[in-house]
Structure formats: structure tokens, C-alpha cells
């Protein structure tokens, strides 16, 4: 791949299509992704629905997302990623919509599906593939850029989910977020992402239509990546999904629960602000295992948030912190060890197994939550943090690319 510019390295990150890129990523995580923990409490009240059926959709919904990621990964080597991008989030915002439709279990579950499918095409791991086959070792500076900016998306639709609840009904928190999906969100991510595309080298363009790439999972490396970041991503969607539910448990009225939520989104914001400040000073590896040390370390807090306020609002800190920064380090060391010819392939099939541990995630907690509540469920997850601060540690120790 020819080497860029030292003035195309400096401007990566100010180009339009990144920019685009984050404000469309803000949109749909907001509107796709976190809409189902800002409103499982009130899905459960509405059509009473135990927690454990309701999360079992997410789950679904992951899965779905997992099995179509690598397929996306190939798709976007192959230049069709800002097409994907739009498609998926104008789909997503279709279906959503069509959740003030539902009256059964199972209407909500396939629709659920179908948004899992169109979630594989619009979230982090297409934009930040797409980012990396077209700006190689520079990519980092417009992951950063694109999730500074997408981080707020929690802390838009927690609290803009409950106001237009508490005053319009549920169903118009459903119809306001699925036309920010379509109308928003699809058209800006389709711009930013041709802008993106121009910069693809024509040595990283590839006309391969052919065979699967599931050869690469006989890669031991790409394995050892793919499950420690599976486990943290139990540990993160485990917590997020039951967030609400979780501080609720541990005495914190709705009010202070949701400001608490607030939180976690402009704290992934400091963790990346943070990278940003100490990129040079701290290796890849060194901050990929802090993410999981933090990871750990707010699960401690989050078991003691009964203390009081102060408490869990440390907790969101050090929890939204250390995640806001695994998000930047994924794609980054991946790219480090598994090499960036084919990323996409590669990138897809490492999402498969972080999207399996967010699928598994929301509906293990819920059944755990069912054997021995929330106190059960915090001393497993910081357990599964440990179990991939070691898995990572194994692949930081003898670097080595595919």
C-alpha cells in the first residue's frame, strides 16, 4: 500500500466524510442500539413481559448481528461499505418502527431479528473497517474523531427516551428514534462513508467475490482476540442492558439511576480524550489491558454502589471510561497483530465473536438475575473481566501478525 503523505497523516482526521461518519454514528447507536436499555423497564410495564423474554430478543438481535458480520467484512473489501451503512441504518429505523405495531412475544422477537441484521451493517465495526482499509496505520486518528463524537449517544437517548415517555407515550419514543434512523442517520452515513471510500488505495480494493474466509479462524492469534473481547463484551452488555435495573437494585431511585446512565457516554468521551493526550507515551497493549483492569475495577464499584450516589457515579466514570477506550483499541489492535490486507474479512469475523458475547450477554444476566439477583451477577461479570485481562495478556505477549 503507497504510503501517505506526511499532510494527507496531519488532515485524516479533520476530512468531511469523518466527520459525517461520527455525527451518522451518534444518530443510529442512539437510536438503534441503546433505545432497548433505555426502555426495557418500560417494555416490561407495558406488556408484561418478563425481563428474561424481553432481553432474549436483544439476544437474538446480536446473533443475528454476529452471523451476518463476517459477510459485511467481505462486502466492504469489496467497496460496497457506504451502501451497507445506510441500507442497515434505514432498515433498522423501519423496523423499529414497526415495534408500536406489536402485540405478541414473537412479533417482537422477529422484528428484533431483523434490526440485529441491520445493526451488522451500521454500528462501529463496518464504519471503523471501512476507516481502516482507507486509511491503514492513520485510522486510529478518525476512530478516535468518530467515537468522541458517537459516545454522547447514550447520554442522548437515556434521558430524551424517558422525557418523551414521561409526557407523549411510549410508542412516540419508538417513532421519534426510527425517523432519526432513517431521515438522519442512513443519509449522513451513506455521504461520510463515499467520502471515506475515495481515499481506499487500489492495492486494499478487492474484486474477490469467491470463497468464504473462514480459513483465517485457524489463526490462533485472531482466535485469542476474538474471545477476550468476547467476555468483555458479556461484561459491558450484561451491565448496560440491566443498567437501569441494576442501580434501581442497589437503592438508587429512577432519577438518580438515570443520571447515572447519563454519565457512562460522556465518560467513554474522557477515556478517548485521554488516548488522545497519551497516544505516544502508552503501546497498544499496555492500554488494552488497562480497558480490562478498569473493566474489572467497575464492576467492584458498581457490587458497592449502594453506598451511596457518589458511589455509582464513580462507577459510570471508571465503567464508561475503560469501554470508551476499548472501542478505540479494538479495531487499532487488531489491525496491529492480524495485519490490515483483507481488514475488513479479518475485522468482520472478530466482531462475530464480540457480537456472540453481547448476544449471550442481556439474557445470561437476566437468568442469573433469576437464580441469585444482581449480587449473584456483579461478582461473575468481574470474573469474566479478569478471565479476559489474562486472554489478552496471552496476546500481547508474543505480538505477531496473521
Request: hydrophobic share 55%; charged share 10%.
Amino acid at each position: 500500500m503507497p504510503l501517505l503523505n506526511s499532510t494527507k497523516k496531519q488532515k485524516i482526521e479533520k476530512r468531511p466524510g469523518i466527520v459525517l461518519l461520527a455525527f451518522g454514528q451518534i444518530t443510529v447507536w442512539a437510536s438503534l442500539f441503546y433505545i432497548f436499555p433505555a426502555m426495557l423497564l418500560r417494555w416490561e410495564s407495558h406488556y408484561d413481559w418478563s425481563k428474561a423474554a424481553l432481553t432474549g430478543a436483544l439476544t437474538l438481535a446480536l446473533l443475528c448481528s454476529a452471523i451476518s458480520s463476517p459477510l459485511v467484512g467481505r462486502k466492504i473489501d469489496q467497496g460496497a461499505g457506504p451502501w451497507l451503512l445506510a441500507v442497515g441504518a434505514a432498515f433498522g429505523g423501519f423496523c423499529l418502527w414497526l415495534l408500536t405495531l406489536v402485540t405478541y412475544l414473537w412479533q417482537f422477537y422477529v422484528l428484533w431479528a431483523l434490526i440485529g441484521f441491520a445493526l451488522s451493517a451500521c454500528l462501529y465495526e463496518p464504519c471503523f473497517m471501512l476507516i481502516t482499509r482507507a486509511y491503514g496505520k492513520q485510522a486510529k486518528r478518525s476512530i478516535i474523531v468518530v467515537t468522541l463524537i458517537a459516545g454522547f449517544a447514550s447520554s442522548i437517548s437515556f434521558p430524551v427516551s424517558h422525557l418523551i415517555a414521561e409526557y407523549f407515550g411510549s410508542n412516540m419514543v419508538i417513532v421519534a428514534f426510527a425517523a432519526t434512523a432513517i431521515f438522519i442517520s442512513a443519509p449522513v452515513l451513506y455521504l461520510g462513508g463515499r467520502l471515506v471510500e475515495r481515499d481506499v488505495s487500489d492495492s486494499n480494493r478487492s474484486t474477490d467475490n469467491t470463497a468464504s474466509k473462514l480459513g483465517y479462524l485457524k489463526n490462533k492469534l485472531l482466535l485469542k482476540l476474538g474471545v477476550s473481547f468476547a467476555v468483555l463484551a458479556v461484561v459491558h452488555g450484561a451491565t448496560l442492558h440491566h443498567l437501569l435495573a441494576l442501580l434501581t437494585d442497589k437503592g438508587l431511585v429512577i432519577g438518580s439511576a438515570v443520571l447515572v446512565a447519563s454519565l457512562i457516554g460522556p465518560m467513554q468521551v474522557v477515556g478517548r480524550l485521554f488516548i488522545t493526550a497519551f497516544q505516544n507515551s502508552l503501546s497498544h497493549p499496555t492500554i488494552a489491558k488497562c480497558c480490562f483492569a478498569l473493566m474489572g475495577l467497575s464492576m467492584l464499584l458498581l457490587y458497592f454502589s449502594s453506598v451511596g450516589l457518589a458511589v455509582a457515579i464513580l462507577f459510570a466514570v471508571v465503567f464508561g471510561g475503560s469501554y470508551g477506550i476499548v472501542s478505540i483499541i479494538r479495531p487499532v489492535i487488531a489491525r496491529d497483530f492480524l495485519g490490515e490486507y483483507e481488514f475488513g474479512t479479518k475485522s468482520g469475523l472478530l466482531a462475530f465473536f464480540y457480537l456472540i458475547g453481547s448476544a449471550i450477554a442481556p439474557y445470561f444476566a437476566s437468568l442469573v438475575w433469576s437464580l441469585g439477583g444482581y449480587n449473584l451477577l456483579i461478582p461473575i461479570l468481574f470474573a469474566f473481566a479478569v478471565l479476559g485481562l489474562l486472554l489478552i495478556y496471552s496476546v500481547t505477549k508474543t505480538p505477531g501478525k496473521y
